[in-house]
């Protein structure tokens, strides 16, 4: 036994292990969301990433009987996703174990369910009942799975970077205070022990400006230089992982593996977002699958592979807010490439088709003081409306405690009075241009002050 193991670990295996491991084709996954009614059925999707693509695994938004039967015997593993609803519920031993017996167990092993995502981006809706059950139900469906006998699906659960009370320079990372110890260090145990990843939406996008936008499109450019560690960032990808980094690591956490859940760039935007158009996008996601599959890490964590999803597979014609929103898609609905990225097999063309501009959103006049809000429009459903409620909130950009339990903005208890309240903190929040006020065309810009006695509403 002795001299085999020495056999096993002689310079020449080490290094064919090590010229294996560098020469590695790493792959790119895809968030498969299904917000729009002209997508193709589940089974020509699951046989088109199998056979036309590179693409090896995918991230769901929910449980789908119909998805988790097309990707059978594809090979592509699947994570799937418990909706923030049903987590409550799935805190306690019976209901994870029903929820195992009915979303997992009879598709498992022929699909390849690789993951279970609990919620997302939970700590974004400042709802402290869901969030203060979050960690059990992860336990719970983690122990559901053991008892059920499976044993190589991981539990986690997406986070936004609204998680984190710093992030610049990365050395400066840190989770939000209280929430460190109280939610994220047992968060941070559990992967730990269960040998599963955190997962993280990072997405550069959403914090750009006009001065760095080389740098958040993997162009070429000065970087941004952390005067702690000596590193120096020449893409902001990088510096949103490792400010991640350093905040677990400032836990002692610093081994748990990072998965990305959810990145990328819209093809298409409003006219008055001249960053969003398909050549960036291609320059975004292009770059990162490169980037991502290159193994070399970020300056914190170098050599290290990060199982990265883009957002997203298709454009989706039925998601609310504005036209960025619909246009987040590696592929048209057809299955055609928007662009692309280096994903095709066997020479397929993926040449950029020129994007049609939507015609211009007219914005009425400010009023005399200048000042304008963002409401629902009156024949908008609430059906709608919630889910304009929902985006907003899982932002964790935009304080929607206001309408929660007890809020100042909380009464009237109804979803229009909450979704006017959200889409207007959502204007202010990103600035009074009038696609932040789109929402998948619900929103209407105001120029009377909708606030209450009680309840204001910024300006």
Not at 82 to 96: E, G, M, R, T, Y
Not at 245 to 258: H, K, P, Q, T, W
Not at 398 to 407: A, K, R
Request: charged share 15%.
């Amino acid at each position: 036994m002795a001299k085999s193991a020495k056999h096993f670990l002689s310079p020449l295996f080490i290094f064919l292990l090590i010229l294996q491991l560098s020469t590695a084709e790493y792959t790119i996954g895809v968030n498969y969301g299904m917000v729009a009614d002209n997508l193709p059925p589940p089974s020509t999707v699951a046989s088109f990433l199998k056979d036309k693509t590179t693409i090896d695994r995918i991230k769901l938004f929910d449980c789908n009987p119909d998805v988790l039967r097309a990707f059978a015997n594809t090979g592509i593993s699947v994570t799937v996703s418990v909706v923030n609803s049903d987590i409550i519920a799935l805190s306690k031993p019976q209901p994870a174990q029903d929820w195992i017996t009915a979303n997992i167990s009879p598709f498992y092993p022929q699909t390849k369910i690789n993951r279970i995502a609990v919620g997302n981006e939970v700590m974004a809706t400042a709802d402290k009942t869901l969030i203060s059950r979050l960690l059990p139900a992860m336990k719970s469906l983690y122990n559901a799975l053991q008892k059920a006998g499976i044993t190589d699906i991981q539990v986690s659960t997406p986070h936004s970077l609204g998680i984190l009370s710093a992030s610049e320079p990365p050395s400066s990372g840190r989770f939000r205070r209280v929430y460190d110890r109280v939610i994220f260090a047992p968060i941070l145990q559990f992967h730990n022990d269960t040998k599963s990843p955190f997962m993280i939406n990072p997405y550069p996008y959403f914090g750009y400006s006009a001065k760095t936008l080389d740098y958040a499109l993997f162009k070429p450019n000065p970087g941004i230089f952390d005067k702690v560690t000596g590193k120096n960032y020449t893409n902001m990808f990088d510096a949103q992982l490792d400010a991640v980094y350093s905040a677990m690591n400032r836990l002692g956490f610093g081994n748990v593996d990072i998965v990305v859940a959810e990145t990328g760039w819209p093809s298409l935007g409003a006219p008055n977002q001249p960053a969003v158009n398909l050549e960036n996008a291609l320059s975004y996601n292009g770059n990162l699958v490169k980037h991502v599959n290159s193994g070399e890490g970020t300056p914190l964590m170098p050599n290290r592979t990060f199982e990265t999803y883009i957002f997203s597979l298709f454009n989706e014609n039925q998601k609310p807010m504005n036209i960025a929103e619909r246009n987040f898609g590696l592929f048209r609905p057809d299955l055609t490439p928007v662009y692309d990225v280096g994903i095709l097999r066997d020479g397929q063309t993926g040449s950029p088709t020129a994007p049609v501009t939507p015609a211009p959103i007219v914005t009425p006049a400010p009023s005399d003081s200048g000042k304008m809000w963002c409401v629902p429009k009156p024949d908008v459903s609430d059906e709608e409306l919630q889910k304009n409620i929902d985006y907003v909130c899982s932002l964790g950009s935009v304080d929607c405690t206001p309408i929660q339990d007890n809020g100042n903005c909380f009464t009237p208890n109804t979803i229009r009075s909450h979704a006017a309240f959200a889409m207007n903190a959502y204007y202010q929040t990103f600035g009074h241009q009038d696609f932040n006020c789109d929402f998948g065309g619900t929103g209407l810009i105001i120029t009377s002050d909708p606030s209450t006695d009680t309840c204001t509403y910024v300006s």
